[in-house]
């Protein structure tokens, strides 16, 4: 078990993986379609999704919080 000083970091690495990844997989395939190089476009476009969704939602989540919690008192 990890320390739970480090579950808002866990958090943000989890929905980054898989925001990224299910984003990229359906995006390229609508794009693309599916073919023998589909994986490759794929793996191509997560290499940069995936930094750009963890950096997206590590600046972003602290200031919906926020905003949940003043919404929701």
């Not at 078990?1 to 993986?17: A, E, N």
């Not at 476009?45 to 963890?54: D, E, F, H, M, N």
């Not at 989540?61 to 919690?69: A, H, R, T, Y």
């Amino acid at each position: 078990m990890l320390p739970k000083k480090y579950s808002q970091l866990l958090f943000v690495l989890i929905v980054g993986f898989f925001t990224s990844l299910i984003m990229t997989l359906l995006i390229t395939y609508i794009n693309t379609g599916i073919d023998e190089f589909y994986i490759n476009r794929f793996l191509k476009a997560w290499v940069v999704s995936l930094p750009i969704a963890i950096a997206t939602v590590l600046t972003i989540s602290p200031l919906i919080k926020k905003f949940v919690e003043k919404i929701t008192n």
